[in-house]
């Protein structure tokens, strides 16, 4: 894959239909925590929620206020209208933090970063087999007197994976590593090291479509930071290379991969030009082959982009994540229909405070966000918010593209007068500088929904 140079929106325009716009169903912000402590979801872009498309939702989360960080968990039975009461589910004086959960049917796997067993750290884990009624005993799964931290665990059916990145092998280099379960969590191959090349590995994600595992992480092995991508075609027993996904000498970090079928879709912080955006590459046969990079976000956010985290159901792929671009940490949300292709963002917190470490979970035709949030002091909070329609796709009227000579778009608009508003409902004064979804409004009543590439 060549070198990323320039790509800008072009636009292309697809007339879709106006009723049922997806934007317009996001309900309020909903305050999940409120106690003494600090509340935090995960800052590795992992998954802190998970759903199983029956009602049932899961959220992990790691709060102080017991004098250290413990592991605390809620959920839902019914999509997220209603919330059980938190439940703590580690109990030590040492530090236990940065959970990542995943969920298929009824069992809950979950994975956390723990200094029990030393300051370094260690990986634990633990199960529920009844959508997070009762718990298991807590399984340690990293063993050195080394630094084991960043955990991620995926799921699918009975088989589970679990990676971290891990200082045993020297001081200055962190490398992945990587367990096994086939049995839903029950037994665990031994730990095996993934990657074995210089320079620090972190931020690992991992993703199981059948047979197919496929895993992300973020690495300097070339001078600056790249996203790194390696797969297994046998549920993770054996791994191919290790393939850079992203050429560029500015950095490009967060990564984040979610996988359905044989498409793959690799979010990741890009910092090419001055202002950090939100990217992605995507595979269409399973990881074998990759497109050229998309842009998801359009805000020139500075100085960065943290923490995406992406869900994909069929077509649809939706991703969150955090950024300054409106002089504080906010969340962001954006969504595309075709597999990655082109995407549709939106803001979706509005507050003076900080708003970040958002993670996102598919349950049916529903989605659900949850982060950390500071504006009800200067302790964090779990705050949640849920689309109940916003899985569900968006039927294309016609699916035309319309181009004038030269190639240029064009707009058929019945010698009527229109304006162009973005998503959010503002007025665009000039040509759209990113591709996303755009309003045409006439005077007499006109309207049509616009798709620009």
């Given at each position: 894959m060549g070198k990323r140079k320039g790509y800008r929106c072009a636009l292309i325009f697809l007339i879709l239909a106006v009723n049922g716009v997806v934007w317009a169903q996001w309900e309020p912000d909903r305050r999940l925590t409120s106690?003494?402590?600090?509340?935090l979801t995960s800052r590795n872009s992992q998954w802190c929620i998970g759903a199983n498309g029956s009602g049932m939702v899961h959220i992990v989360f790691y709060d102080d206020r017991s004098g250290n960080n413990e592991i605390y968990y809620l959920r839902s039975t019914d999509n997220g209208l209603n919330w059980g009461a938190e439940m703590r589910l580690t109990d030590d004086t040492a530090r236990s933090w940065t959970p990542s959960i995943a969920v298929t049917d009824s069992v809950v796997h979950l994975v956390w970063f723990d200094t029990r067993d030393g300051p370094n750290g260690e990986i634990y884990y633990l199960r529920s087999t009844d959508n997070g009624?009762?718990?298991s005993d807590e399984v340690r799964m990293s063993f050195d007197t080394a630094r084991?931290?960043?955990?991620?665990?995926?799921?699918?059916?009975?088989?589970?994976?679990?990676v971290w990145r891990d200082n045993r092998d020297s001081r200055f280099s962190y490398e992945i590593y990587y367990r096994r379960s086939g049995d839903g969590g029950v037994t665990w191959s031994d730990e095996s090291r993934l990657t074995n090349a210089a320079g620090i590995k972190w931020n690992p994600s991992v993703a199981i479509s059948g047979n197919l595992v496929h895993l992300v992480w973020a690495d300097?092995?070339?001078?600056n930071w790249n996203v790194y991508y390696k797969r297994?075609?046998?549920h993770g027993v054996s791994w191919e290379a290790d393939l850079r996904l992203t050429e560029n000498v500015f950095a490009q970090e967060w990564p984040c991969v979610a996988a359905r079928d044989s498409v793959v879709v690799v979010a990741y912080s890009d910092n090419e030009d001055v202002d950090a955006e939100l990217f992605c590459v995507r595979s269409y046969d399973g990881g074998e082959n990759w497109q050229e990079p998309v842009r998801i976000s359009c805000g020139s956010a500075q100085p960065g982009i943290w923490s995406p985290n992406i869900a994909i159901s069929g077509e649809r792929v939706h991703a969150v994540w955090y950024d300054m671009r409106d002089g504080n940490a906010?969340?962001?949300?954006?969504?595309?229909?075709?597999?990655?292709?082109t995407w549709e963002e939106r803001r979706l917190t509005e507050d003076s405070s900080r708003s970040n470490y958002p993670s996102v979970a598919l349950g049916g035709?529903?989605?659900?966000?949850?982060?950390?949030?500071?504006?009800?002091?200067p302790t964090g909070e779990i705050y949640y918010k849920r689309n109940p329609s916003g899985n569900v796709g968006i039927k294309e009227q016609g699916d035309e593209r319309l181009r004038g000579t030269g190639g240029k778009p064009v707009l058929f608009t019945q010698r009527e007068k229109v304006e162009i508003f973005d998503a959010s409902g503002q007025r665009v004064k000039g040509e759209p500088a990113c591709g996303g979804v755009y309003f045409l409004k006439g005077k007499t009543g006109f309207q049509k929904r616009v798709f620009i590439r």
């Open positions: 106690n003494s402590g600090t509340s009624l009762s718990w084991s931290e960043f955990p991620c665990v995926a799921a699918e059916g009975e088989d589970v994976i679990l300097n092995r070339d001078g297994s075609t046998d906010e969340i962001y949300y954006a969504f595309s229909t075709d597999s990655g292709q035709t529903l989605v659900h966000v949850v982060w950390t949030d500071f504006r009800d002091g």
